[in-house]
């Protein structure tokens, strides 16, 4: 059974520029979940989509958006970069309430 | 809003040691509480899943307890070995949707 497929595995973006980030949950998963992990912040979370609708939100400026397809994959966007959102960025799926993550996305903004 | 803590935030033990990591949680009105495993750079790789009706959960030389009303959790791992060293972290999700609130982390390194 394959896990949750995070691409790409790294990036370096520039400041100002914008960023998509990908995410395939586990087949059958509906709900994928984003987090933020810094050293300074730990885990932090982003959203939540289920069934292509966000439910839940953390307290991130209006830069991160995202969005469900109808195959459940997900993709992460921000915009207008800042040297801040250099960070490991984790995407989650879930089934009932256990949730699986991937190898996570490293983004650098130089 | 849930506030979760690990304590300490680093051990290290030489090989064959009993490893017991702490997690604590302030609203204890969890649905469950799952344990997560961090390697350098890696994603989160889930090792053990308690429910909120469960006091125990053990998954070979791991075994998780929980205790809602004190709001604690621990996670022990038996006879520590080189390739356990990393990174433990302890997550609740917030009622019954999926958004986790997780603890710090505790590095665990295991000494040769």
């Known amino acids: 059974k394959a896990g949750v497929t995070q691409t790409p595995r790294y990036l370096i973006k520039t400041r100002g520029q914008q960023v998509t980030l990908s995410c395939s949950p586990i087949?059958?998963?509906?709900?994928v979940s984003w987090y933020q992990q810094t050293p300074g912040q730990g885990l932090q979370f982003l959203f939540e989509?289920?069934?292509?609708?966000?439910?839940n939100k953390g307290n991130f400026p209006g830069r991160f958006s995202g969005r469900q397809f109808s195959n459940s994959r997900s993709e992460m966007n921000v915009s207008t970069l800042e040297l801040g959102d250099s960070a490991l960025y984790l995407c989650a799926s879930a089934l009932g309430t256990e949730a699986f993550f991937g190898q996570g996305t490293r983004l650098t903004v130089v | 809003k849930q506030e979760v803590t690990q304590i300490p935030a680093a051990l290290s033990v030489p090989e064959g040691e009993n490893l017991v990591l702490n997690c604590s949680f302030t609203d204890s009105a969890i649905y469950n509480l799952q344990w997560f495993r961090q390697d350098p750079g890696k994603g989160l790789t889930s090792l053990l899943l308690i429910q909120s009706s469960q006091r125990e959960q053990t998954s070979g030389r791991l075994n998780a307890s929980l205790d809602k009303s004190s709001g604690r959790s621990t996670l022990y791992i038996a006879a520590s070995q080189p390739g356990d060293s990393a990174t433990y972290l302890c997550a609740v999700p917030r009622s019954n949707d999926y958004k986790l609130s997780f603890g710090a982390g505790t590095t665990v390194t295991v000494r040769a």
């Open positions: 989509y289920f069934s292509e609708t966000q439910r």
């Open positions: 087949s059958g998963h509906r709900s």
